[in-house]
């Protein structure tokens, strides 16, 4: 799990910053404005560049991202970030086509929201975000071995074969749930709220493609996983053995 430098540590005396990183001026205004009223400290970019310097110069604790942003698109913006950081990223997108959402997740958001939204939703999505920041890397748990893995729950660590593997903070969640209870399988709603929070609202190709990312890290071949595997019509799971 990667922390840099300027990345902050989120501690329940802190005001929570949201990075918003949206052209749209009247938009990013109403944004700004409705996430200060729920008592975060907003900084505004208008657009990827001015984002991607304010995050380097003063961290966050959440970034919303557009994905149609003049200099940069909302998904090199992304991909830009997860090259030293594991912030929780929200895609925010005007369509809501399979295209866009899977090329977000992909570029490694951990969420989206579909414009137009309800600010009420965006918030409950920021709320479960910085949950899971507070406590990734720091409830107990013993070391978890399976297959090639070694996974430290209280640590926030995985080795494969010995080698560190640079996950996400959904990644290393959804992992941790899956391996805390190999072979069992979990379908998308129950990982969905387990490891998003989500119990009213989510989309199962969020659990999809985050799968997918986090094979290309832990399998030999993720095309074809025998450690994270498909249970065809029901779920996920990992396995002890291949």
Partial sequence: MRQPPHQRRWHSDCVPRILLIEDDDRIRTSMRLALTDEGHEVVEAPNATQ???????????????DVMLPDLDGFECC?????????????????????????GLEAGADDYVTKPFEMKELSARIRALLRRARTTGSAGGDTIEIQSLEIRPDAGVVRRRGEPVHLTRTEFRLLCELASTPDRVYSREQLLERVWGYDYFGD???????????????????????????????????????
């Fill in 51 to 65: 984002g991607l310097d304010a995050f380097a110069g003063n961290g966050a604790d959440v970034v919303l991202v």
């Fill in 79 to 103: 991909r830009r970030l997860r090259k030293s950081s594991d912030v929780p990223v929200i895609m925010v997108t005007a369509r809501a086509d399979t295209h866009d959402v899977v090329a």
């Fill in 204 to 242: 199962g190709r969020i659990v999809d493609v985050h799968v997918r990312r986090l094979r290309t890290k832990i399998e030999d071949d993720p095309a074809r996983p025998h450690i994270l595997v498909t249970v065809r019509g029901l779920g996920y799971k990992v396995q002890t053995a291949p």
